[in-house]
């Protein structure tokens, strides 16, 4: 069983940047594709892409490729979501996920963070 934790969301203006992180807790994490979502009030959760378990293969959805970077650190048990030219729509709570059945690519998610909010304003 794995335990994710997001952090490093906040409020920032448009145009700004953040970088998300995600901690994973148990020792296989390494084995696993990963994938970052959101979640806008009164919407459903949005895939936003993800990385295969070496890091080597990220892949996004059209509306965030060009500002949007997902990498992994396996030594520290943790994946990233750079976001740059941040836009009041960008507004979400933001998850990471887990698929314990899938390295080479991410297909859906097993185990889910917390979630952090991210605030962009205008």
């Known amino acids: 069983q794995e335990q994710l934790v997001e952090s490093g969301g906040g409020l920032v203006q448009a145009g700004g940047s953040l970088r998300l992180s995600c901690a994973a807790s148990?020792?296989?994490?390494?084995?696993?594709?990963m994938g970052w979502f959101r979640q806008a009030r009164g919407k459903e959760r949005e895939f936003l892409g993800g990385v295969d378990s070496s890091g080597e293969k990220p892949f996004y959805v059209d509306s965030v490729k060009d500002r949007f970077t997902i990498s992994r650190d396996n030594a520290k048990n943790t994946v990233y979501l750079q976001m740059n030219s941040l836009r009041p729509e960008d507004t979400a709570v933001y998850f990471c996920a887990a698929d314990r059945h899938h390295s080479m690519v991410f297909v859906r998610g097993d185990y889910w963070g917390q979630g952090t909010q991210v605030t962009v304003s205008a």
């Open positions: 148990g020792r296989t994490f390494s084995n696993y594709a």
